[in-house]
């Protein structure tokens, strides 16, 4: 992964459209013509479907066009000429993410240790749960925690109180920290493609509930944690980040439990900062992953 | 995995019964009284099932009760008293194996330049396929090479005529090397868990046809090869080994393939030697397998 | 990993002694006639050293022998006709652990956040550091944080305040979640084999100091971190665990850092929980870890 | 990965010098201006060093400028302004590979598999040896096989022999597959980073003879194998590629050597093709390896 260029004052700028010849030139030479020096550049093409995908950013220093003008000069001047969609991020703004739990912690820590410290460029202004079990941990890091328990009657109304709570805190992102239910599409579509989940299986084996205790009793050699986007479809989203342990017949399923936790906590983590990096691009339902 | 001590006349005994208090102690003491040297011993309680299972290997060499009539003896004064089901192996007697394929070498020639140089202790009198491609390659290691070529009709009689062929050869197991064929439940039926089968992907995900084509689609950041022993139920027997390796958004399709050969042919040859090392236990669909 | 059977009343011995024919057969005895049901057994022979090792856990509930009488018994009936050498625990006392931190929290998160979810069976008396950063950290987690400024001149001084610390405090052993300081003789003599320490590189790989910028120069596609018990020779002790992660060119030193601080915490807690259910035996600055 | 995008008539251009603004956008559009459409394209700038490093590959079906004339055109229009090193490829050309081998044959088998079933666009037109053991193997596979036995005192003459092999040959670059000679600078000065080596261990842990022993003693818990280009100084050049595998204190040395030829093999297959695919950038000693 390439550095965070922390310091310096930067643009990033994630693009894609139809793949044709020209379009690498014709952006670095527009970075070029305004005094753009380029400090990160990554391209793909993705040859079936001839979708051309692009990273990039450079210093702001001595570039020509003010921060709040390039949408409208880069839209003009190129995206419109390659029918290109793009997205437009200042590394200094930081992205303001809300975490939603349930009872289990080890997630929770994790993250909250690197916010702490300053590991990301991020902040946390809330966690939401069904459940009061983790409020001392959000008590030890002073962040707001907040209630909605959930039975089968209430869950869309409490949905909608979130939704309302998350969108009046200026949230960006959302990362389900083994939040035990389902999210919806309502929410869903308030926050497409920046919804984060970890599931505790290596997706596409094992989707849904207990795949622990599926992996125990399919006798597998590797178990392992997935972090994706949440979409409509359950544990079906694009895959931003997988990782997985060797295991053998000895270990109970307490044990596939325990590993698994710490690569659910560092895949999701993981995950999390390719997304505060805005180092992600979704198309078709996968990722790229610019590192 | 502890040292394959070749060199060494010994004998290894694979057992499983119900467990119970003491028998550890009890065949370890026969062992023992009949001045047989322990070189390696392992057991495992699968304390959910409540099964006891044990590997264990000793020296013959001083051993008071001949070769021939260890089955007898341990049978009478053990496995009865336990309600045990075993098996008694020689490892100086080398397993005669069959290797099936069809047009994929990569496998193939993984396994015999292991039996050319004598890493292996097996002996391959013969290699089966449907199709002539690697008849050259049976050739480079003077294996006897024997074409079956499978239609819709003729499936079932080619497939006797190989279990004919094989059993007559005096094969101790089957090893499919990407043979591209579904294998019969008669087949199945004369070597119980004695078919090893690579399938190009981390099982559970993505069994049946075009693997990596799905895994291409599905975006994973993983891929991952499984062998296993066949059963019934497609890609669904017990796994004895399975590895990953990372992938990429770049990675083509065809790279996947190329990427995955390379697990293929690893993971398929570790199986091998567990097998041929009599370190697999089978139970519930599940192995065990003692390093 | 073997279950942890926790909540059932046992004892667990680990031994070591120069190998011969019978001693399984004598110990699993020693316990069947005295009604002890063996749950875990694993045992290891040395064939180089001929040294033979055993990890052994069985049910005291119906256990003849008094546990307080064990150690005696043992002794006197088994382990001095085999000139064996061996420790008697017991699963339901809880090991008191000391932890010495400089700077960095990672590692110190990592280790608390498990202690307050109950994952680990242990107590955290008490956290030692040479600077006051922490203290906040130790403050969330409730831990007495003490602070022992450490000088050129003082350090002598400072460690022997430690030391009487530390054994006031009833400590068991010792975690150095990087603590920046190098422990002397002495303290070591006091905890011998129960001093852990995490290095951050793959060892013997880039020992010593700054082994992230050691390896950027040399330019390894992989980094590594490293838990190993602490000897008079510096990064030279026992290692329990270690674990690696793919770097590339692009990995910047901060990146490094970055990946390589996961690395070193998930590390540095498995070889700590390895420590804390007895699964450790060293020898010959080796060490044997019952699985 | 990318694509390997054999059957497309491409041109592939390695360069890097002095970082400065602009060079991107010179560069694309030097090839868009001439009708080049870009199919690969991955950049990398050294902030540490200042240096820019590109690969770039285009398509050669409609480039205006004939392949012949390409050096001198983008030599002097772009490289002479950026006072930039580079190297032009056309992937149809094959290259010229020797191999050099001792007595162990399991790379030299990984190798000639892959060159033999088309899996990679390169020649093998000879094997080298300073014994007669793998004659065999190379005689499977048809490929001429020189022995030049090797003593204290012939090994200066005996390589100069080889050199002029190699020369009258073609040679493009020399794989050693386990040659257990060290290689003289002479030869190095003929094949500067054209000289691709695998030792058996993770380097920079355990240079130099015997590392399988080395790691048994230490007691690692992972072993590892590297890949790199032979430099003057005995395992220390730039490292292209390595991998490691988890092993226990269960291992004997002997499966240590088992489980780390099947690492040695794989990695240095991998190493070679990222060579014969023009990936390979070599800065400082270390590589840049566009995926």
């Known amino acids: 992964m390439a550095e965070n260029n922390s310091g310096v004052n930067s643009a990033i700028l994630l693009m894609h459209c139809p793949d044709q010849q020209g379009i690498v030139a014709k952006v670095t030479e527009f970075l070029d013509n305004n005094n753009g020096n380029i400090i990160y550049l990554d391209q793909y093409v993705d040859h079936q479907e ?3 995908f692009m990273r990039i950013e450079w210093e702001l220093d001595n570039f020509l066009i003010p921060a709040e003008k390039i949408t409208d000069f880069f839209g003009t001047q ?7 969609r793009f997205h437009l991020y200042f590394p200094h703004q930081k992205p303001r993410m809300a975490i939603f739990v349930s009872r289990m912690s080890h997630c ?6 690197r916010v702490q410290t300053g590991e990301w460029d991020v902040e946390v202004p809330l966690i939401i749960s069904n459940h009061h079990d983790l409020e001392n941990v959000a008590k030890q890091f002073s962040v707001p ?9 209430n869950k869309a109304e409490q949905e909608e109180k979130e939704i309302e709570l998350v969108k009046r805190t200026g949230i960006d992102f959302i990362v389900l920290a083994r ?14 493609n920046r919804i984060i989940n970890i599931h505790h299986s290596f997706l596409p084996a094992f989707p849904g509930a207990k795949p622990y205790h599926s992996a125990y009793t399919r006798g597998v050699k590797i178990i392992g944690a997935t972090s994706h986007y949440v979409t409509a479809e359950l544990d079906s989203g694009p895959i931003i980040e997988q990782d997985v342990t060797r295991i053998s017949h000895t270990d109970s399923i ?3 439990v325990r590993k698994g936790q710490d690569l659910e906590k560092i895949v ?9 990096q805005r180092r992600i ?3 078709n339902n996968k990722t790229i992953v610019f590192a």
Do not use: C, W
Request: net charge positive; hydrophobic share 50%.
């Open 254 to 256: 307490r044990n596939l």
């Open 145 to 153: 925690f907040h209630v909605f328990p959930v039975t089968g009657e």
């Open 108 to 113: 929770l820590y994790d993250i909250m240790s």
């Open 281 to 283: 691009l979704v198309y």
């Open 179 to 192: 939040y035990m239910q389902i999210i919806t599409a309502k929410m869903i579509n308030e926050y497409p």
């Open 78 to 84: 190129i995206a419109a000429r390659y029918n290109m």
């Open 268 to 276: 999701l983590s993981r995950a999390i900062l390719l997304h505060i």
């Open 50 to 52: 001839k979708i051309f």
